[in-house]
């Protein structure tokens, strides 16, 4: 099973700052790879997929990039409603595997 | 846009059955791949199977002796059993479908059921 590796745990910024967030795959998943908003109490949400595509209705502060092991997503200026758990999810290999997460909180 | 509504019992005694539903409105449910995913505090998010409407079905390795994933079309419902259940498939159950064309991308997903497994 391929491992995605996300880091940091935890991002503290501030609204209006930029994030970067990172996801490494144990061996190359090509451009499968997916990022996911979660907020408590809800099901996460799909933002970006196939490494740089951006989802139905996701605001265009969402990018992302990368391929093969290495990938990014970044929030160009955070809102406050973007302070929430973000997993990255391959679909190269089965079965589809997800991070363990990066929270983004409040500084 | 479609809805995904999940039913079944938040509470289930170790070594039963695990049952849950996912009523799906306002799309077909056979153009798609339709998925369980459960999410624990211990192993995150985890996928566990699909079915699609031509007969596949396809389950996580480490899973496949206890779970089975039905579709029925007539109603546009999809569900999960889980047999001898034990703690560690405590978690919150999330029926979601799967991108058209793209198979393991997940772009809609129920409200989530918490099952708690404790007798």
């Known amino acids: 099973e391929i491992v995605l590796t996300q880091s940091p745990a935890t991002l503290s910024l501030s609204p209006g700052e930029r994030a970067t967030l990172s996801c490494r795959a144990s061996?190359?998943?090509?451009?499968?790879l997916a990022w996911y908003q979660q907020k408590p109490g809800q099901a996460p949400r799909l933002l970006i997929y196939?490494?740089?595509k951006t989802a139905t209705g996701i605001p265009a502060r969402f990018s992302g990039s990368g391929s093969g092991t290495d990938f990014t997503l970044t929030i160009s200026s955070l809102e406050p409603e973007d302070f929430a758990v973000y997993y990255c999810?391959?679909?190269?290999?089965?079965?589809?595997?997800f991070g363990q997460g990066t929270k983004l909180e409040i500084k | 846009q479609v809805q995904l509504h999940q039913s079944g019992p938040g509470l289930v005694k170790p070594l039963e059955t695990l049952s849950l539903t996912c009523s799906v409105s306002?799309?077909?449910?056979?153009?798609?791949?339709w998925n369980w995913i459960r999410q624990s505090p211990g192993k995150g998010l985890e996928w566990i199977g699909h079915?699609?409407?031509?007969?596949?079905?396809n389950y996580k390795p480490s899973l496949e002796s206890r779970v089975n994933i039905s579709l029925d079309t007539s109603k546009n419902q999809f569900s999960l059993n889980m047999t001898s259940v034990t703690a560690a498939d405590t978690a919150v159950y999330f029926c979601?479908?799967?991108?058209?064309?793209?198979?393991?991308?997940?772009?809609?997903w129920g409200q989530g059921t918490l099952v708690t497994v404790s007798s």
């Open positions: 979601v479908r799967s991108m058209r064309g793209r198979n393991g991308l997940f772009d809609n």
């Open positions: 306002a799309d077909s449910i056979s153009s798609y791949y």
């Open positions: 079915v699609h409407q031509s007969g596949y079905i």
């Open positions: 061996q190359s998943v090509s451009t499968y």
């Open positions: 196939d490494a740089s």
């Open positions: 999810q391959q679909r190269s290999s089965w079965p589809p595997i």
